[in-house]
């Protein structure tokens, strides 16, 4: 055979079944966090391969794309899940705790833990059931070898980014009032208006502001401006919210303007915002982090895979 058509080694291809699969790991990551301290993930994955008597050879399988361990991406996964659940929490960045919750778990002795046990709690059906992860995440067995490889790569990706968004949302809510008028100034410059936050946008803030958080430039030139108010709420925002939000404009002599929320609005309140002269747009939670990770705001690019096809016009020799 032509050495240039040889199969590439594929190490990281090679997956030893003695590898525990991610809902088998959960129960013992979550007894690794049983005395309720702070943990850094990582630092669990030795202890946990031990439990599982991996060899150092098991241990250094990789993913695919040769960027992580495979058993170091099942543990984080479980992780996920248990964090989605609320019986673990992230009190920083790389640091997985025992909540309060899990301890009532723990309490009760279970002898595995896994997706179906963990579909007790809301927050973790809310999860695998928000749009768009849910046709991935509900998927039997027999559905998924039904699917295309196209189909399940672009499932598991509206997976992930379903995952990132709600982690950005909670991210959000933990910020402060002040964070989160900034956020919104950095995502509207993100999306074009004005240039840059340096000359395009500013936050109002504070009191006195006509409850009016923020102002950019709607183009570079300056030649109109959009009025900013951000409402980090938990409850739906309302049509007399709204309707506030109008008056402030007026008091600024302006026809413009943009109301974020990490909740929802009413239908009165978007009802509301179509019906008037002035051109006010609204945008929710699920919007807001959607618009966050298109235009890479608090968000950064793990890994990238690139899918090819075979290019039939090269091989056309007409």
Known sequence: MDSRFAPAPRRATIWLVAIPDYQSIMLPLLTQTSD?????????IP????????????????????????????????ATYLKKAGLLES????????????????AAHPTRIDNAFLSQFPSFLEFRMSAPAAATLKATAAESESRTPEETLEGTWSALRNSLGQDLLA????????????????????????GSVSDAGATLGGTGDGGLDGVIKEDKLGLDVVYIQAK????????????AFA??????RARKGVMITTSTFSSDAQAYARQIEKRIVLIDGATLVN????????????????????????????
């Open 291 to 318: 618009l966050m990770m298109d235009h890479r705001v608090g968000v950064a690019t793990a890994r990238t895979y690139e899918v090819q096809k075979l290019d039939l016009d090269y091989f056309d020799e007409d």
């Open 36 to 44: 309720s301290a702070s943990h850094r993930t990582r630092d669990l």
């Open 91 to 106: 009190p920083s960045r790389g640091h997985i705790r025992m909540t309060q919750q899990g301890m009532a778990v723990m």
């Open 171 to 194: 991210k959000i809510k933990a910020g402060t009032p002040q964070f989160f008028e900034r956020l919104v100034v950095d995502l509207l410059v993100g999306m074009g208006y004005g």
């Open 47 to 78: 202890s946990l391969a031990n439990h599982f008597s991996l060899t150092q050879t098991e241990q250094e399988q990789l993913l695919p794309s040769g960027a992580q361990g495979l058993f170091d991406n099942r543990v984080n996964w479980a």
């Open 232 to 243: 980090r709420w938990e409850g739906s925002v309302g049509r007399p919210t709204v309707q």
């Open 247 to 252: 008056g402030s404009l007026d008091g600024a």
